[in-house]
């Protein structure tokens, strides 16, 4: 049964068929387009064109079939086009004509986007709860590791003194904004097409509205002919996405260095590590650097659709087709890796012997820097002055913790012997006490902080939306 064969003389070539068949992956919307076939039964029958008996008989077979699916009882069969056709020549099967009422005033066109929205709706919840998991990750070990203290890098040269804590948070607000932009995404996703039909809108008077908020969804898409072409949140989708594996990536090259035997700041837990064949000694950080891997090939699901929508013109075209696959994938990409990264960092151990050794006193020459600040030096000749016993002490071969007083004040009279203290890695990080800075106080603030953002995301999906509470 094909939904639009009468004005076709010859058969379908096979080939051509298969390829032009979505059945293969948008089964996967069977769920939306049954609900959502059964609201817009429920539609029909307010503005009279099915009988209450009728919508009552479509809408009990549409719940037989969800039923079918969630059991995988439901039999895909050769001429199934796409999930649209399957669900309604199933129908066919269960009721005979009546079924052929229900494509009454819509098209494939404003029912796929809908059903597509729709579960993209489901899944932007989905992650953001996957998200949210990451996030705790972050907020126990900065709690746990309080107090660690490790190399600070810029251009990947030793630059600071820092708290753990401090970096794993550093890792936490990239998913919040992650998860704001979903939350975001969620509203302007939550468009109904429904009702727009082909192109026009539907000539049957259906009340768009009360479908909306039947379905989920905030309001009606107020433009037919956008509606039906409209794939800016599968893009956006795609975007965010491929942001949250930049996040990872970053993340999960800052573990891949920091396990190398040349850092040798983190351990790997065994259960997240993998072995060499060839070399017996090898534990290798194979799941952080797939995550690093895949954040390219989510980078691609973006472009590549793109690319797709950029030459089309309005309305639907079948290229539109395309939009599904790389959100799909990205979905389970992402719900893949973001618990599994979790875990890792969650089991990694850390060697704070090792990082603090790491530390060498020039990191701090900053500190000497606002030293001579704070006894009424211009920052620019502080830094410079600075600048000259970092060379003093190359050209000695020593450390300046190993310079004397002495030789400090041939540069500037007003080093005393309390300049070594800051030299201190410790007392580093604790005088670096700004709002978002490294001090243990700031640090602990942060995680207070970090606790009341995580939980400020909320859906409040019964029925209508999400909402920020
Ligand atoms: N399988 C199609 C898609 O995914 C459904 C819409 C088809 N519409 C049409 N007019 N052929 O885009």
Excluded at 89 to 109: Q, V
Excluded at 112 to 130: C, G, H, N, Y
């Amino acid at each position: 049964m094909k939904l639009w064969g009468g004005r076709f003389t010859e058969q379908p070539n096979i080939k051509a068929w298969e390829f032009n068949a979505s059945i293969g992956f948008d089964q996967r919307l069977a769920k939306q387009d049954i609900r959502a076939s059964i609201a817009w039964a429920k539609a029909l029958a307010r503005a009279n064109v099915l009988t209450d008996i009728e919508q009552q008989n479509i809408c009990n077979s549409l719940t037989q079939i969800e039923e079918e699916f969630e059991k995988a009882t439901f039999q895909i069969i050769a001429s199934d086009e796409d999930i649209h056709t399957a669900v309604e020549r199933r129908l066919f099967e269960l009721i005979g004509s009546d079924a052929g009422k229900l494509h009454t005033g819509r098209s494939r066109n404003d029912q796929v986007s809908t059903d597509f929205r729709m579960w993209l709706m489901e899944q932007i919840q989905q992650i953001d709860q996957a998200l949210e998991g990451v996030q705790k990750v972050m907020i126990t070990r900065a709690e746990k590791d309080i107090g660690i203290i490790m190399p600070g890098y810029t251009h990947l040269q030793r630059a600071m003194p820092i708290l753990i804590s401090h970096w794993w948070l550093s890792h936490f607000w990239p998913l919040q904004r992650d998860r704001q932009r979903l939350f975001q995404l969620y509203q302007r996703t939550a468009y109904l097409p429904l009702g727009s039909a082909a192109l026009a809108g539907t000539t049957i008077p259906v009340d768009r509205r009360m479908l909306s908020a039947e379905l989920g969804f905030q309001q009606p898409a107020p433009n037919s002919i956008d509606a039906v072409s409209d794939r800016d949140f599968a893009v956006e989708f795609l975007f965010c996405s491929a942001l949250i594996g930049i996040h990872m990536s970053k993340l999960s090259e800052a573990v891949i260095l920091y396990t190398s035997r040349e850092f040798n700041f983190f351990k790997l837990g065994d259960a997240f590590t993998t072995g060499s064949s060839l070399m017996p000694q090898k534990k290798n950080p194979d799941l952080f650097e797939l995550v690093r891997g895949k954040s390219g090939t989510l980078l691609g699901y973006l472009t590549g659709l793109m690319a797709t929508l950029k030459g089309l013109p309005s309305t639907y075209d079948k290229d539109l087709q395309e939009d599904k696959v790389p959100v799909f994938n990205a979905v389970d990409t992402l719900l893949a890796l973001l618990p599994l990264v979790g875990d890792a960092v969650d089991g990694l151990k850390l060697k704070p012997e090792v990082m603090l050794a790491a530390i060498d006193p020039s990191m701090m020459a900053t500190n000497l820097a606002d030293y001579l600040v704070g006894k009424g030096i211009p920052f620019r000749q502080a830094h410079h002055l600075i600048g000259e016993v970092v060379l003093m002490a190359n050209n000695r071969g020593v450390g300046l913790t190993e310079l004397r007083t002495k030789d400090y004040q041939k540069i500037s009279e007003l080093f005393e012997s309390d300049l070594y203290a800051l030299l201190d890695p410790k007392i580093s990080v604790e005088r670096h006490n700004v709002f978002g800075g490294t001090s243990t106080q700031a640090v602990e603030h942060q995680i207070k902080h970090a606790k009341e953002e995580i939980i400020s995301i909320t859906y409040n999906n019964q029925e209508t939306k999400g909402e920020k509470s």
